[in-house]
């Protein structure tokens, strides 16, 4: 499946739970989508550089989010995955 297909897909899946899709939230989907990352420091290490304001609170809780939603596999890597139905 394609990035951008996985991307929406995942905030299909986020809206649908509820949850708002703010820019940050968009921000993080797009560098986990982009990223070879092994945990959630190095997600907020490439989110800070394209957003100062973005905390390492707001990474851990969007990452906990897409987890519990079904898309975020963190086994080894942090991967958006196939929400499940």
Same mark, same amino acid.
């Given at each position: 499946?394609?990035?951008?297909?996985?991307?929406?897909? =995942? +905030?299909?899946?986020?809206?649908?739970? !509820?949850?708002?899709?703010?820019?940050?939230? #968009?921000?993080? *989907?797009?560098?986990?989508?982009?990223?070879?990352?092994?945990?959630?420091?190095?997600?907020?290490?490439? =989110? +800070?550089?394209?957003?100062?304001?973005? !905390?390492?609170?707001?990474?851990?809780?969007? #990452?906990?989010? *897409?987890?519990?939603?079904?898309?975020?596999?963190?086994?080894?890597?942090?991967?958006?995955?196939?929400?499940?139905?």
């Amino acid at each position: 499946m394609e990035r951008a297909d996985r991307k929406a897909r =995942a +905030v299909d899946e986020l809206k649908r739970r !509820g949850k708002r899709m703010t820019r940050q939230r #968009l921000l993080l *989907l797009d560098i986990i989508l982009n990223g070879d990352h092994r945990c959630g420091k190095e997600v907020y290490y490439d =989110a +800070v550089k394209a957003d100062p304001k973005i !905390g390492l609170a707001t990474v851990y809780r969007m #990452l906990a989010v *897409l987890e519990e939603s079904g898309v975020l596999d963190r086994s080894y890597q942090y991967e958006l995955e196939d929400p499940v139905e």
